[in-house]
């Protein structure tokens, strides 16, 4: 088939790739894709080569590429009303629709959602609102965040210091100095392997409350984690973890953020992961799931608890000082109000937990018992496998090997899409919402094939 060489060239000469070995990539080490079309679970190259996307973009295409439905609702919007802002209460019929079908979906103490563009954004948004809420209160030294190591919460200043992953750190001069970080609920890679999960989320509460004591409990103002770590590794917490760290939060009159950028609307098997887990958090982060990417946006969802404070405080100082140029932009908002019919139409999240919990199973039945698999673990359509030189002792491979990439490697030449993550040799799996059984089948196959040929 004949390449558009051009068009590599000019991808290489222009286009500033995000997370991207830049060098190698300009030198022509790094091979370029270009992805012209998708259908269901697959995405096709300019190549025509096709691949099965297990990782749904990244974490997602929840409802999976060519949906009409979306693709419509974005055209008839542009054509009727290409754009118009949200400030001094303008709004739009899909803005205001989708707010509503977003608080409709929203645990029962959530009371408005502030529409951006990317998760990143939302976060800054919440800690912007985080610091104005003890302002009015009159608390202005509560302004510390604190994050976990491991979390992810965004690529901006401050969002990347909520960010507990060395690579959004290094050379960038993060984290700042008012976020902390503690212990990540990663119970695979405790220090201690003797302890029980009761006794390493008893660990955990205690290296939270030793930090609020160094930093003092007046500093601090908010907790933000994602109810399973993401791009840290896919780790559900361990069991009693977040009653526990709650419990700690009430205590100190510490907010809770839920970063649902990736368990909101679905992922987990239940509409938000605070759901799945018995969260009762203050603000909720929102975005991937809210259009299944078909346009970018994102929202914060605001506590009734905040918003009566935030109220509050234009009463005393006028219209709020914060807005987005495309905040609810009407077409992300039309594509926000598609995917979520879509999504309740199709049944997708009873999907989830039925095929979300098959991928799972099939995958530990497959690799469990691999000398080098450390790990098989998940929730809902979230999978992960993580690699280890030796399982006995729990000995890890050196970061130089590259084992996870280079599974996900093998994985892609097979005609599979799994993700290497960041600080380990971990491989993850999200799949668009709308698996099948047969193509789990599929991911597990090709997944235990690359694991052999890199590993034996």
């Known amino acids: 088939m004949l390449r558009n060489d051009q068009l590599a060239e000019w991808d290489r000469e222009n286009f500033f790739h995000a997370s991207t070995h830049l060098a190698q990539f300009a030198r022509g080490e790094l091979a370029n894709r270009v992805i012209t079309g998708g259908t269901g679970c697959h995405i096709e190259d300019r190549d025509g080569v096709r691949l099965l996307d297990a990782f749904a973009g990244l974490y997602c295409v929840n409802v999976g590429y060519g949906r009409e439905d979306i693709a419509e609702a974005i055209a008839k919007q542009s054509k009727e009303l290409a754009y118009y802002h949200a400030y001094v209460g303008h709004g739009t019929e899909a803005s205001i629709t989708l707010a509503k079908m977003v608080l409709d979906r929203a645990p029962a103490n959530m009371s408005k959602v502030y529409f951006g563009l990317s998760g990143s954004d939302a976060n800054e948004t919440n800690i912007k609102l985080i610091w104005y809420y003890n302002n009015i209160l009159g608390r202005p030294e509560k302004k510390k965040i604190i994050s976990r190591w491991r979390g992810y919460h965004g690529s901006g200043l401050m969002t990347g210091s909520l960010t507990g992953l060395e690579l959004f750190h290094k050379k960038f001069d993060l984290p700042l100095a008012q976020v902390v970080h503690t212990e990540a609920p990663y119970y695979f890679r405790r220090d201690d392997l003797d302890q029980s999960e009761t006794q390493f989320v008893a660990h955990c509460v205690a290296e939270l409350e030793a930090l609020i004591a ?30 526990a760290i709650q419990a700690v939060l009430k205590k100190h009159d510490i907010l809770l953020v839920t970063d649902e950028v990736v368990t909101g609307f679905g992922r987990l098997g239940s509409m938000f992961g605070g759901d799945h887990y018995g969260i009762e958090a203050d603000l909720i982060t929102i975005a991937k799931g809210l259009t299944s990417a078909y346009a970018p946006l994102s929202g914060s969802i605001v506590s009734d608890r905040m918003w009566k404070v935030l109220e509050q405080g234009t009463d005393e100082n006028g219209p709020i000082g914060h807005g987005w140029t495309y905040s609810a932009h009407p077409i992300g908002a039309a594509a926000g109000v598609a995917n979520l019919k879509l999504l309740d139409e199709l049944d997708l999240i009873a999907n989830n937990r039925d095929t979300g919990a098959y991928l799972n199973r099939a995958m530990r039945d497959a690799l469990g018992d691999h000398p080098h698999v450390g790990e098989v673990r998940g929730e809902g359509m979230l999978c992960a496998v993580e690699f280890v030189k030796d399982r006995s002792d729990r000995t890890f491979f050196d970061a130089g090997d590259k084992i996870g990439p280079q599974i996900a490697a093998a994985l892609a030449a097979d005609g599979v899409i799994g993700r290497a993550m960041p600080q380990g040799d971990i491989l993850g799996f999200a799949p668009p919402f709308c698996l099948t059984r047969t193509e789990a089948d599929e991911v597990v196959r090709k997944t235990a094939k690359a694991v052999h040929s890199v590993l034996g």
């Open 214 to 243: 160094r930093e003092g409990a007046d500093t601090i103002a908010a907790f933000i984690g994602e109810p399973v770590l993401g791009t840290g590794g896919i780790v559900p917490p361990p069991e009693g973890y977040w009653p």
